[in-house]
């Protein structure tokens, strides 16, 4: 049967993952919600994130320095976009918005192929951060731990300045109508800016922490972004909440899945159909489980919008 | 009206197509052969979306999806030595219809950027599937065994023969499209693009319509999908990933949406410009992804494209 | 008194914390031109969303010649006869006028899987839409690009597009909005000819139209009738008188 103590380690990390998730989905979600953008070139920000990171990690040899320096390094490069490119296409249609963030994802892909050559880079943990610490009698890495803290701080944060704050009711004011806040007096172009680079910097954010995990490689935003994609899309676009919940949720099941599931088919399946379907199914899962969302609530768990 | 810029551009392209075996010939370079097929091969699959992007308004960023299956079919085929053109043709192309099939039906429940993400993910779910398919070469691939036979009827090893079928095909699929178009079947599917709620009102239940518009796509691009099995002599999972669906939605704008010649000159143009930019530098998706960016910003009708003012329309995107 | 031809219970529909509709009774003689006033934000078109099916009431009850539809789709309504024309133009901008009424003949005319014949050769469809859009005044310009065609002409072919479909009601959401006098007066015809076969639920703010036309009037006012009777017994009712003053209260 499944062992308790690797079934909590798993859940663990499930919920890591989903905060790892939550964060590049929450940026996402908003400049959706917000600018009704669709930007798929929030992994490459993510990419950008990590990579900043690990560079500045290894020359200083210091790791918090690292994520330190990413954060405005990549907050800049987002302004820079949003600025030049992508403030004109707020309002164009989505095919133009997935052309053109599709056109930067191959930009960012080749520009880091350039300048970090094509194997990737290295992050390794610093010794403080490298150790276990034992949570109900099961040992845990101490970085991931770190990570969901982190994680969790964050959304509560975003929750605070999103529904809580002058600038806040200014945000959501701008994306329900755009002239009247205006009319205001409130440059919106300036809030849509700053909405975008918060999501780079949240995006960043990610980047530099997934790094020592997952691979500080070419791509890595990509990979990532389609499980984003499916965290928004159940959560409902526009929705931090949703966000969360969506991200917790892939995350958790993403990660059990592929632990678990082999396990579950060998009670009902022959040993060999189990072990080569297991790993399909698994990575097919919570692809299932955002058709099943939609199929009965085809604009997410928690729609922000109305239209 | 026979004499449109459409109409010229397509004979020019289909002239130039029909001489490449003798300039390649003459020039004893294979490798115009070789471009030029690629090039037909995906025009069939630009083609196939520009059905349901172009006139349809479904952007579907998950079209790749169905040029490997089309693949996949072929060579899990013929791995099994069922080596049959007449068996593994039809086989595929049903499998596109039924994949098609599924996806679109919980595709096309949403709208606007929901359906772009859902496609998205479906297809991605598809590549990891086909990743994680040990058997048939993983993430490495699959070598085909031997190329579709047709009895006597043609003999695909043979590089020529294969060009002159791909380019008769892709003519077939021009006629269809174009009968499509123009059919009482087309007028209900640009009208969905064009007015989603209009249509509900005058009696029309546009899902049924536009789910098997993405099937008949679906089986087109699966019929590219075959060919470009029989193309490379290889199948990889990397056929159906998200990124060649992004590719082939570059092609249909690039050549102008809506009209039936802007995918096919589209994917001549996009395969030009890919061999000449990678000639200049290994580094040449740093040319152009600026290029996409300013394309999309400032040239959007595409080289063929409506010169329409108004904000190109979607699927009901309220 | 014949049966009515639309009967409709107990409207309801919220949108947040606002009411649109409000416990909402109407009744709908056949053959009947029945009009429906009120003032800016009455809920007007709510309502008519409701009827034809594009929105989906919170509760009541919607009968159409004796059947319950409160729960079909807009198509379904359409092919039990009911057509609806937009307040805001809602047409097929990139197709010709004639392309616009054909493909509402073709909604009524079976299925459309026929992916063979061209339409442009669809007598079948060609000739109703013609004659469509000569009822409604258009018939000289079928070629013409919809989106080049001015307001006015969007108004017709707006309900040139709901007759094309045969329909047995017909609702009409500010048909004459934007028109000029000539143009009112055509549609005025129009609708006046068409009485007595359809039944129409217009809603309306010019009053010179409405009682030209109404057999009944139905006042609407935040989403709930507040007089409905005889153009004599709205004109003598103080509620009603009330609710429009200031507004086409001048017309009384």
Redesign the interface.
Known sequence: MIDPTLLFEQLFNGFQLGILLFLLAAGLTLV?GIMDL?NLAHGSLYMMGAYFAATVTLATDSFLLGIIAALPATLLLGMLLEVT?LR??Y??????Q???T??????????V??VWGPEGIEVALPDFLNQSVTVFEVPLPMYRIVIIVVGLLVAALIYLLVAKTRTGMLIRAGASNREMVGALGVDIKLVFTLVFGLGAALAALAGALAGPIFAVTIGMG?HIL?QV??V??IGG?GSIRGAFVGAILIGVIDVLGRSFLDSLFKLFLPVNTAE?AA??VA??LI?IL??AV??FR???LFPART? | MWLSRENIIGLAIFALLAVVPAIAAVTEIPFYLDLGRRMMILAIGALSLNLIMGYGGMISFGHAVYIGIGAYVVGICAEHELVSGFIQWPLALLVCAVVAFIFGAISLRTRGVYFIMITLALAQMTYFLGVSLDRYGGDDGLPLAEPSAFADLIDLSEKTSLYYLIFVLLLFCLWISRRLIHSRFGMVIQGARSNEERMGAIGFPTFRYKLTAFVIAGVMAGLAGVLLANHTDFVNPDMMHWTRSGDLIIMVLLGGMGNLIGPILGALVFILLEEFLSGITEYWQLIFGPFLILVVLFARGGFLGFLDKKKPTEDGDA | MPKPLLEVRNLCKNFGGVTATDNLDLSLQPGFIHAVIGPNGAGKTTMIAQLSGALKPDSGKILFDGQDITSLSSPARSHLGIARTFQITSIFHEFTALENVALAVQAHDSHSFRFWRPVKKDEKLRTPAQAALDLVGLGGRPNVLASTLSHGEHRQLEIAMALATKPKLLLLDEPMAGMGAEETLRIVEILKSLKGEQTILLIEHDMDAVFALADEITVLVYGSVIASGTEDEIRGNQAVKLAYLGDEGAAF
């Open positions: 959706f669709m490119i004109k296409l309002d164009r249609g989505h095919l133009d997935v052309l053109a599709f056109g930067m994802i191959l930009f960012f892909n080749e520009l192929r350039l990509e389609i994609l499916v928004i899309v676009i080569t790993p399909a990575s097919m692809y955002m058709a939609l199929f085809p604009q997410g239209g």
